[in-house]
T-cell receptor, first 113, second 112 residues
Framework: GAGVSQSPRYKVAKRGQDVALRCDPI?????LFWYQQALGQGPEFLTY????????KSGLPSDRFFAERPEGSVSTLKIQRTQQEDSAVYLC???????????FGPGTRLLVL | KQEVTQIPAALSVPEGENLVLNCSFT??????LQWFRQDPGKGLTSLLL?????REQTSGRLNASLDKSSGRSTLYIAASQPGDSATYLC???????????FGAGTILRVKS
């Protein structure tokens, strides 16, 4: 079946621009996670949802980062007033239930100039 | 705060060798642990999930072991192939949360 999809795959933004990154989880998956991966590092947790409820946003690096999942399916990660340090790969993952196998999308590679 | 270390950082082996990738974590209060592979420019592919109550989990040529009390997990790859070349990441999931905490990974190259 279809896996997790993310769009766009690549995004170049000028410093100060707002960006929106989309994640389509596997159909029926209740839990959705966002991670940020810097070059040469493992992914770092940003936030997660159980259905439409955002249960943990402790990993969001600043108040410029905002995530939503209004209908408990598709999620959007928004970054306002992008900075160069926001350049990274943003990965989305979903799982059928909490604490079980997370399946990752291909990621969105964001470059802020 | 959970800290995850993977050793070695990089490994290059000839085809056919059996190899072991090591993962250690500082907080043993984990619920389970997942091993992933990541190909260049791609997302993560789940390889194995091992529950905290398990000692081993096997899938094909892969075998993961877990020693929760000592904070260690190993991924054993039998009869390595060039197609196994990738970065391997381990990620424990805490008992008291749902996020995965990742190590920096081991970059594996299998030479033909």
């Amino acid at each position: 079946g279809a896996g997790v999809s993310q769009s766009p795959r690549y995004k170049v933004a000028k410093r100060g621009q707002d960006v929106a990154l989309r994640c389509d989880p596997i159909s029926g998956h209740v839990s959705l996670f966002w991670y940020q991966q810097a070059l040469g590092q493992g992914p770092e947790f940003l936030t997660y949802f159980q259905n439409e409820a955002q249960l943990d946003k402790s990993g969001l690096p600043s108040d410029r980062f905002f995530a939503e999942r209004p209908e408990g399916s598709v999620s959007t990660l928004k970054i306002q007033r992008t900075q160069q340090e926001d350049s990274a790969v943003y990965l989305c993952a979903s799982s059928l239930v909490l604490k079980e196998t997370q399946y990752f999308g291909p990621g969105t590679r964001l470059l802020v100039l | 705060k959970q800290e995850v270390t993977q050793i070695p950082a990089a490994l290059s082996v000839p085809e056919g060798e059996n190899l072991v990738l090591n993962c250690s974590f500082t907080d043993s209060a984990i619920y389970n642990l997942q091993w992933f592979r990541q190909d260049p420019g791609k997302g993560l592919t789940s390889l194995l999930l091992i529950q905290s109550s398990q000692r081993e989990q096997t899938s094909g040529r892969l075998n993961a072991s877990l020693d929760k009390s000592s904070g260690r997990s190993t991924l054993y790859i039998a009869a390595s192939q060039p197609g196994d070349s990738a970065t391997y990441l381990c990620a424990p999931r805490m008992e008291y949360g749902n996020k995965l905490v990742f190590g920096a990974g081991t970059i594996l190259r299998v030479k033909s």
